[in-house]
T-cell receptor
Framework: AQKITQTQPGMFVQEKEAVTLDCTYDTSDPSYGLFWYKQPSSGEMIFLIYQGSYDQQNATEGRYSLNFQKARKSANLVISASQLGDSAMYFCAMREPWDNYGQNFVFGPGTRLSVLP | EAGVVQSPRYKIIEKKQPVAFWCNPISGHNTLYWYRQNLGQGPELLIRYENEEAVDDSQLPKDRFSAERLKGVDSTLKIQPAELGDSAVYLC?????????????FGQGTRLTVV
């Protein structure tokens, strides 16, 4: 079963507009972390934002914010004031307890965001 | 501070040939991951190390893939023999062990093309 689902293979947004990238996850553990990464065409994976399962407030990091709805098991990324440089693949990832040795880190299939001038 | 270093960046080999990728994680990071990323898809975990111990290799095709992390620092991933379907980007990542809030830091990857 997929642990991370990103239902939007591709998204378009006009420059300076806001966009929401969807992410739903599946876990039975009460303790987990959710991450968003950006992967531009150069291939590097860039960490954007983190949300812990026990965090009471939605995470924010500059133009990035996370709409965390725990009961729905969703962690959508909101990018405000889109810029041309935001065009990239975006991956949602989850870290959950795995075993006594540490924690696993799994990724969703990604959403390709294209920002239009 | 240096990030995760991978080499080579690109590799083109003929099928049935062996290939090896190298990764040097961030100093002090106990956890090391190898992922395979096919074009247009998310990274898929191949193997995870905690120090020198492989604690999750359930997705590693063991008939042709092998990995090692001697002394719990740098790591090598090997494919022998390579098949056409192995063409992908191989990503190495490292993190501190412990809490759910520890992000993984990625290298720039090795793009493998098998012809």
């Amino acid at each position: 079963a997929q642990k991370i689902t990103q239902t939007q293979p591709g998204m378009f947004v006009q420059e300076k507009e806001a966009v929401t990238l969807d992410c739903t996850y599946d876990t039975s553990d009460p303790s987990y972390g959710l991450f968003w990464y950006k992967q531009p065409s150069s291939g590097e994976m860039i960490f954007l934002i983190y949300q812990g399962s026990y965090d009471q407030q939605n995470a924010t990091e500059g133009r990035y914010s996370l709409n965390f709805q725990k009961a729905r098991k969703s962690a959508n990324l909101v990018i405000s004031a889109s810029q041309l440089g935001d065009s990239a693949m975006y991956f949602c990832a989850m870290r959950e307890p795995w075993d006594n040795y540490g924690q696993n880190f799994v990724f969703g299939p990604g959403t390709r965001l294209s920002v239009l001038p | 501070e240096a990030g995760v270093v991978q080499s080579p960046r690109y590799k083109i080999i003929e099928k049935k040939q062996p290939v090896a990728f190298w990764c040097n994680p961030i100093s002090g990071h106990n956890t090391l991951y190898w992922y395979r990323q096919n074009l247009g898809q998310g990274p898929e975990l191949l193997i995870r190390y905690e120090n020198e111990e492989a604690v999750d290799d359930s997705q590693l095709p063991k008939d042709r893939f092998s990995a090692e992390r001697l002394k719990g620092v740098d790591s090598t991933l090997k494919i022998q023999p390579a098949e056409l379907g192995d063409s992908a980007v191989y990503l190495c990542a490292s993190s501190l062990s412990g809490g759910a809030n520890t992000e993984a830091f990625f290298g720039q990857g090795t793009r493998l093309t098998v012809v």
